[in-house]
């Protein structure tokens, strides 16, 4: 006992005495941040924007554990897996933190047998990257899912994704976007015909993924350099992924004598054309960009992969908007499921996921920009009083209000000043003002202020609901 006392004594004397106790630092962890009300008002409009959208084209919501068994999600995302967060071990399980809500989503089918269901869920999904978080990349943040599972004919379900992403980021008015479309098919097709080694498709894949951010040549050189592949092959594929458009070019490439020899790349560019077909009949292909440069680093991909980015014109002099990032993305993955599933059981989905803090980001700087007064509560009405001695009063007639239903606030003072009650509302952006006073309450009225424009008009207590209703639902 002595000898472990004088060890934990020599501890404490490295440690140092009380006096230097470092301060407790008051921040929180990396790769996140907390919300204030004015932000979660924002955050708010765009996730309703967001679910008016999913609930629009019939999906279901569902929810799943925010860790899930470390087998599950191992293996399920490429080069990307070094960076989920492993939880300690709490009694026999190996946890880590959901890294997306895709993979939750395939294994939640496979358990419960699911062959069909369209569903949306938003949930905060964990990745230990290094942030930047003025672009809206944390280590915590939100995923805005919608997919599509089930056995169906081919591109439709695909094409309603597209259809999807073009009608929230025009909802949203963020701007220019542009929607980039390819498929793992062909891409694998491409790599094969270029001369790729098969073991090489997956670590290719992601340096192709790279393009969005980085110039060809240091994509050529990481290919060729760090990944060992033979020049003739990185420059052939140069040949391609540099080549973007629409129904055009998909013919061309139909047409191309080494591509078209593929089957691999022909089902996919057959499949291509009939996706450019249904997106014609939604009327949104002057959005869209079949891009052969896009490769999604997710190892789950199947067939169609898709990336919405933003553009931004830079100045008047230049012809071609630039890219300020990716605000959506998704794709096919028909084998995901099938992963989980005992009997090996495939189950296709699609599907897409909106990029909520890239956009809540660029809303965020929107507003503090144009100094817009952004409200956080949605009081419709306060109640005040005019005179002393009328808490009362102003308490019975808030719960009147509240029993019907209308969102009132109430001052938290016996005998509130009628000035600062005003001046409340004016802070507030309270549009209403319910006004009880000894001669309202003698003739079975309330008077009611409009704080906008201070007219007041005398409304009998019992038409009080149904007037509040009626002017503030203008």
Known sequence: IAKEVAKLLEMKAQLGGDEGKHKFVLK????????????????????????????????????????????????????????????????????????????????????????????????????????????????????????IAGQFDPMIPDA?????????????????????????????????????????FRTICSSVDKLDKMPWEEVRSEMVGEKGLSPKAADHIGEYVQLHGGLDLIERLLQDPKLS???????????????????????????????????RGLDYYTGVIYEAVLLQQENDHVEEPVSVGSVAGGGRYDGLVGMFDPKGRKVPCVGVSIGIERIFSILEQRVEASEEKIRTTETQVLVASAQKKLLEERLKLISELWDAGVKAEVLYKKNPKLLNQLQYCEDTGIPLVAIVGEQELKDGVVKLRVVATREEVNVRRENLVEEIRMRTSR
Do not use: W
């Open 28 to 147: 929180t962890p990396k790769g996140t941040r907390d919300y204030s009300p004015k932000q979660m008002a924002i955050r708010e409009r765009v996730f309703n924007a967001i679910i008016t959208c999913f609930k629009r084209h019939g999906a279901e919501v569902i929810d799943t554990p925010v860790f899930e068994l470390k087998e599950t999600l191992t293996g399920k995302y490429g080069e990307d897996s070094k960076l989920i967060y492993d939880l300690k071990d709490q009694g026999g399980e190996l946890l880590s933190l959901r890294y997306d809500l895709t993979v939750p989503f395939a294994r939640y089918l496979a358990m419960n047998k699911i062959t069909n269901i369209k569903r949306y869920h938003i949930a905060k999904v964990y990745r230990r990257d290094n942030p930047a978080m003025t672009r809206g990349r944390y280590r915590e943040f939100y995923q805005c899912d919608f997919d």
């Open 160 to 200: 309603e994704c597209l259809k999807i992403v073009h009608e929230i980021l025009s909802d949203l008015q963020l701007g220019d976007f542009l929607i980039k479309v390819n498929d793992r098919r062909i891409l694998d097709g491409m790599f094969a015909v270029c001369g790729v080694p098969d073991s090489k």
């Open 261 to 295: 020899q593929n089957k691999l790349a022909k089902e996919g560019l057959g499949d291509m054309k009939l996706l450019f077909e249904y997106l014609t009949l939604f009327g949104i292909t002057g959005k869209i960009s079949f891009d052969l440069s896009l490769a």
